[in-house]
Protein backbone atom coordinates (compact mmCIF):
# COMPACT_ATOMS: atom_id res chain seq x y z
CA UNK A 1 0.00 0.00 0.00
CA UNK A 2 1.09 3.27 -0.69
CA UNK A 3 2.47 5.59 2.14
CA UNK A 4 0.63 8.58 2.83
CA UNK A 5 3.00 11.54 3.60
CA UNK A 6 2.73 14.20 6.12
CA UNK A 7 1.63 16.91 3.63
CA UNK A 8 -0.88 14.69 1.44
CA UNK A 9 -2.41 14.09 4.97
CA UNK A 10 -2.67 17.87 5.57
CA UNK A 11 -4.37 18.21 2.15
CA UNK A 12 -6.73 15.30 2.33
CA UNK A 13 -7.77 16.67 5.50
CA UNK A 14 -8.15 20.20 4.46
CA UNK A 15 -10.42 19.20 1.68
CA UNK A 16 -12.57 16.79 3.85
CA UNK A 17 -13.28 19.55 5.99
CA UNK A 18 -13.88 22.19 3.21
CA UNK A 19 -16.34 19.82 1.15
CA UNK A 20 -18.32 19.51 4.84
CA UNK A 21 -18.39 22.99 5.41
CA UNK A 22 -19.17 24.22 2.42
CA UNK A 23 -22.61 22.60 2.20
CA UNK A 24 -23.38 23.27 6.03
CA UNK A 25 -22.35 27.36 5.51
CA UNK A 26 -24.77 27.13 2.48
CA UNK A 27 -27.83 26.25 4.67
CA UNK A 28 -26.83 28.72 7.28
CA UNK A 29 -26.22 31.76 4.44
CA UNK A 30 -29.62 31.24 3.18
CA UNK A 31 -31.33 30.77 6.28
CA UNK A 32 -29.88 33.44 8.19
CA UNK A 33 -29.53 35.84 5.48
CA UNK A 34 -26.05 36.96 6.18
CA UNK A 35 -23.68 38.34 4.14
CA UNK A 36 -20.24 37.60 6.14
CA UNK A 37 -22.06 33.61 6.23
CA UNK A 38 -22.25 33.92 1.87
CA UNK A 39 -18.55 35.44 1.99
CA UNK A 40 -17.68 32.20 4.35
CA UNK A 41 -19.68 29.84 1.49
CA UNK A 42 -17.26 31.07 -0.93
CA UNK A 43 -14.17 30.72 0.90
CA UNK A 44 -15.25 27.13 1.65
CA UNK A 45 -16.08 26.62 -2.13
CA UNK A 46 -12.48 28.04 -3.42
CA UNK A 47 -10.80 26.52 -0.79
CA UNK A 48 -12.49 22.96 -2.07
CA UNK A 49 -10.61 23.99 -5.43
CA UNK A 50 -7.68 24.96 -3.85
CA UNK A 51 -7.16 21.56 -1.98
CA UNK A 52 -7.87 19.79 -5.63
CA UNK A 53 -5.18 22.08 -7.36
CA UNK A 54 -2.46 21.07 -3.89
CA UNK A 55 -3.46 17.44 -4.52
CA UNK A 56 -2.62 17.51 -8.08
CA UNK A 57 0.26 19.42 -7.64
CA UNK A 58 1.55 16.85 -5.03
CA UNK A 59 0.53 13.57 -6.76
CA UNK A 60 1.82 15.28 -9.87
CA UNK A 61 5.71 15.55 -8.41
CA UNK A 62 5.86 12.02 -7.17
CA UNK A 63 6.25 11.09 -10.84
CA UNK A 64 9.32 9.26 -11.78
CA UNK A 65 12.58 10.91 -13.29
CA UNK A 66 12.61 10.39 -17.04
CA UNK A 67 14.53 11.92 -19.92
CA UNK A 68 12.25 15.29 -20.13
CA UNK A 69 13.09 15.52 -16.52
CA UNK A 70 16.05 14.60 -15.31
CA UNK A 71 15.40 16.09 -11.62
CA UNK A 72 12.06 14.17 -11.60
CA UNK A 73 8.84 16.74 -11.41
CA UNK A 74 9.01 18.83 -7.88
CA UNK A 75 8.16 22.22 -9.41
CA UNK A 76 4.95 20.70 -10.04
CA UNK A 77 4.21 21.73 -6.50
CA UNK A 78 5.72 24.96 -7.35
CA UNK A 79 3.18 25.40 -10.60
CA UNK A 80 -0.06 24.09 -8.52
CA UNK A 81 0.23 25.85 -5.58
CA UNK A 82 0.82 29.06 -7.73
CA UNK A 83 -2.81 28.14 -8.95
CA UNK A 84 -4.15 27.22 -5.84
CA UNK A 85 -3.17 31.19 -4.00
CA UNK A 86 -4.71 33.03 -7.56
CA UNK A 87 -8.16 30.68 -6.43
CA UNK A 88 -8.24 32.04 -3.50
CA UNK A 89 -7.35 35.41 -4.69
CA UNK A 90 -10.30 35.33 -7.08
CA UNK A 91 -12.64 32.87 -5.34
CA UNK A 92 -12.42 33.81 -1.90
CA UNK A 93 -11.59 37.53 -1.24
CA UNK A 94 -12.56 38.72 -4.58
CA UNK A 95 -16.11 37.50 -3.86
CA UNK A 96 -16.50 38.40 0.03
CA UNK A 97 -15.30 42.65 -0.94
CA UNK A 98 -18.30 42.02 -3.84
CA UNK A 99 -20.75 40.40 -1.09
CA UNK A 100 -19.48 43.16 1.53
CA UNK A 101 -19.86 46.00 -1.35
CA UNK A 102 -23.33 45.06 -2.55
CA UNK A 103 -24.44 44.45 1.24
CA UNK A 104 -23.38 47.97 1.85
CA UNK A 105 -25.33 49.81 -0.98
CA UNK A 106 -28.51 47.75 -0.79
CA UNK A 107 -28.50 46.28 3.33
CA UNK A 108 -30.55 43.24 3.46
CA UNK A 109 -31.61 42.02 7.17
CA UNK A 110 -30.05 39.47 9.26
CA UNK A 111 -32.08 36.64 11.29
CA UNK A 112 -32.02 32.96 12.20
CA UNK A 113 -28.77 33.79 14.32
CA UNK A 114 -28.65 30.59 16.42
CA UNK A 115 -28.43 28.92 12.91
CA UNK A 116 -26.03 30.92 12.48
CA UNK A 117 -23.86 30.73 15.39
CA UNK A 118 -24.19 26.78 15.30
CA UNK A 119 -22.76 26.34 11.83
CA UNK A 120 -19.85 29.02 12.30
CA UNK A 121 -19.05 27.50 15.85
CA UNK A 122 -18.89 23.41 13.94
CA UNK A 123 -16.83 24.90 10.83
CA UNK A 124 -14.34 27.07 13.61
CA UNK A 125 -13.77 23.76 15.27
CA UNK A 126 -13.35 21.51 12.10
CA UNK A 127 -10.88 24.02 10.95
CA UNK A 128 -9.02 24.10 13.95
CA UNK A 129 -8.87 20.16 13.73
CA UNK A 130 -7.67 20.26 9.88
CA UNK A 131 -5.05 22.85 11.23
CA UNK A 132 -3.66 21.10 14.14
CA UNK A 133 -3.24 17.29 11.80
CA UNK A 134 -1.39 20.08 9.07
CA UNK A 135 0.78 21.66 12.14
CA UNK A 136 1.63 18.42 13.43
CA UNK A 137 4.61 17.53 11.27
CA UNK A 138 5.57 20.98 10.85
CA UNK A 139 5.99 21.60 14.46
CA UNK A 140 8.72 17.77 14.64
CA UNK A 141 10.16 19.36 11.44
CA UNK A 142 10.79 22.86 12.91
CA UNK A 143 11.83 21.49 15.97
CA UNK A 144 14.44 19.03 14.69
CA UNK A 145 15.93 22.11 12.78
CA UNK A 146 15.86 24.08 16.35
CA UNK A 147 14.04 26.78 14.37
CA UNK A 148 10.89 28.65 15.11
CA UNK A 149 7.53 27.23 13.31
CA UNK A 150 7.54 30.72 12.10
CA UNK A 151 10.64 30.89 10.15
CA UNK A 152 9.70 27.34 8.66
CA UNK A 153 6.85 28.43 7.31
CA UNK A 154 8.08 31.61 5.76
CA UNK A 155 11.23 29.59 4.37
CA UNK A 156 9.84 26.45 3.63
CA UNK A 157 10.33 24.90 -0.04
CA UNK A 158 6.98 22.51 -0.01
CA UNK A 159 4.51 25.41 -0.80
CA UNK A 160 1.59 22.78 -0.97
CA UNK A 161 2.69 22.67 3.26
CA UNK A 162 3.11 26.47 3.22
CA UNK A 163 -0.58 26.90 1.77
CA UNK A 164 -2.23 24.51 4.02
CA UNK A 165 -0.83 25.84 7.24
CA UNK A 166 -1.59 29.77 5.82
CA UNK A 167 -4.75 28.66 4.37
CA UNK A 168 -6.36 26.81 7.60
CA UNK A 169 -5.06 29.67 10.01
CA UNK A 170 -6.91 31.97 7.80
CA UNK A 171 -10.14 29.78 7.53
CA UNK A 172 -9.93 29.87 11.49
CA UNK A 173 -9.60 33.95 11.92
CA UNK A 174 -12.08 34.08 9.12
CA UNK A 175 -14.84 32.42 11.11
CA UNK A 176 -14.07 34.10 13.87
CA UNK A 177 -14.48 37.46 12.06
CA UNK A 178 -17.89 35.88 10.62
CA UNK A 179 -19.03 34.92 14.09
CA UNK A 180 -18.38 38.40 15.62
CA UNK A 181 -20.16 39.99 12.65
CA UNK A 182 -22.80 37.82 13.58
CA UNK A 183 -23.57 38.53 17.06
CA UNK A 184 -22.82 42.06 16.67
CA UNK A 185 -25.43 42.57 14.13
CA UNK A 186 -28.38 40.65 16.83
CA UNK A 187 -26.65 43.28 19.14
CA UNK A 188 -27.00 45.68 17.33
CA UNK A 189 -30.22 45.22 15.48
CA UNK A 190 -28.62 46.22 12.69
CA UNK A 191 -26.62 44.54 9.41
CA UNK A 192 -23.59 46.82 9.40
CA UNK A 193 -21.22 44.31 11.49
CA UNK A 194 -22.25 41.50 9.22
CA UNK A 195 -21.62 43.61 6.45
CA UNK A 196 -17.75 45.05 7.92
CA UNK A 197 -17.18 41.33 8.82
CA UNK A 198 -17.65 40.40 5.23
CA UNK A 199 -14.98 43.07 4.35
CA UNK A 200 -12.48 41.68 6.82
CA UNK A 201 -13.00 38.11 5.63
CA UNK A 202 -12.29 39.33 2.07
CA UNK A 203 -9.14 41.73 2.82
CA UNK A 204 -7.51 38.40 4.77
CA UNK A 205 -8.27 35.87 2.27
CA UNK A 206 -6.54 38.66 -0.41
CA UNK A 207 -3.65 39.32 2.29
CA UNK A 208 -3.44 35.14 2.17
CA UNK A 209 -3.21 34.24 -1.12
CA UNK A 210 -0.99 37.73 -1.51
CA UNK A 211 1.64 36.12 0.69
CA UNK A 212 1.02 32.53 -1.16
CA UNK A 213 1.67 34.30 -4.51
CA UNK A 214 5.22 35.74 -3.54
CA UNK A 215 5.96 32.48 -1.93
CA UNK A 216 4.83 30.67 -4.83
CA UNK A 217 6.40 33.11 -7.37
CA UNK A 218 10.24 33.19 -5.75
CA UNK A 219 10.14 29.08 -5.60
CA UNK A 220 9.24 29.18 -9.43
CA UNK A 221 12.11 31.40 -10.28
CA UNK A 222 14.59 28.96 -8.72
CA UNK A 223 14.86 30.63 -4.86
CA UNK A 224 18.38 29.90 -3.38
CA UNK A 225 17.88 27.69 -0.26
CA UNK A 226 18.00 29.49 3.10
CA UNK A 227 21.98 30.26 4.16
CA UNK A 228 21.00 28.41 7.16
CA UNK A 229 20.68 25.63 5.32
CA UNK A 230 23.77 26.39 2.98
CA UNK A 231 26.25 26.42 5.86
CA UNK A 232 25.18 23.29 6.95
CA UNK A 233 25.36 21.57 3.63
CA UNK A 234 28.58 23.63 3.26
CA UNK A 235 29.64 21.48 6.68
CA UNK A 236 28.52 18.80 5.27
CA UNK A 237 30.70 18.85 2.32
CA UNK A 238 33.71 20.15 3.89
CA UNK A 239 33.68 17.10 6.39
CA UNK A 240 34.35 14.59 3.50
CA UNK A 241 37.50 13.17 2.90
CA UNK A 242 40.04 14.66 0.85
CA UNK A 243 37.96 17.85 0.62
CA UNK A 244 40.59 20.45 1.36
CA UNK A 245 38.23 23.85 1.02
CA UNK A 246 34.61 24.64 -0.08
CA UNK A 247 35.53 27.78 -2.49
CA UNK A 248 32.01 28.06 -4.03
CA UNK A 249 28.88 26.46 -3.29
CA UNK A 250 25.06 27.23 -4.11
CA UNK A 251 21.70 25.39 -3.80
CA UNK A 252 18.13 26.55 -5.51
CA UNK A 253 14.87 25.15 -4.64
Known sequence: MREV??????????????????????????????VALRSQVAAAVGDVAVQMFLLIGVLSSRRPLDD?????????????????AVGIFIGGGGYALDQAIGAAM??????????????LGATIVLDVIALEVALRPAR??????????RTLI???????ATT???????????????????????????????????LLIGLL?????????????????GRGVPPTMLRAMRGIVAAQAGVADVADLFAVV
Open 205 to 221: LLATSGFLLRTNRELLS
Open 164 to 198: VLVGGGSAVVSGVVALLGLFLSQFTRSATPDTVAS
Open 106 to 119: HPSPVGQFTVGYAT
Open 5 to 34: EPTERGVLASLGVDILEAGMLAAAAWLTGS
Open 154 to 160: RNSTDPA
Open 68 to 84: LHPLGYGRERFFWSFVA
Open 140 to 149: REAERRGIRL
